[in-house]
């Protein structure tokens, strides 16, 4: 009986230790795509304003599609954005 929980124990405690370490990742995973999300809106918003001083009407819009695409990929994000916005144009 004793053996039975002791082994319990174990099982539980490592249980414990995997589900921390995974609930950590996914709060750095969540939190890095909300810090990509708002540093490509910036992005966003400074490239529409470089683009119109320039006189080109490209303007990508700022909307929850366009910061989750940001967020989730980054600057490959901004590109493909700003990349079907060249596509449009043509």
């Known amino acids: 009986m004793e053996q039975n929980m002791g082994t ?3 099982v539980l405690t ?3 230790v995997l589900l921390m370490g995974a609930v950590r990742r996914k ?3 969540l939190l890095n795509v909300v810090m990509r999300s708002v540093l490509g809106t910036i992005a966003i918003y400074f ?3 470089m683009l119109a ?3 080109i009407s490209l303007g990508v819009g700022i909307n929850i ?3 989750l695409t940001s967020g989730i990929l980054g ?3 901004l590109l493909v954005l ?3 916005g060249i596509y449009q144009m043509l």
């Open 8 to 10: 319990m124990v174990i």
């Open 14 to 16: 490592c249980a414990a």
């Open 27 to 29: 709060i750095e995973w």
């Open 47 to 49: 490239i529409n304003s």
């Open 53 to 55: 001083a320039m006189g």
């Open 65 to 67: 599609v366009t910061i």
């Open 75 to 77: 600057i490959p994000g």
């Open 82 to 84: 700003y990349g079907i």
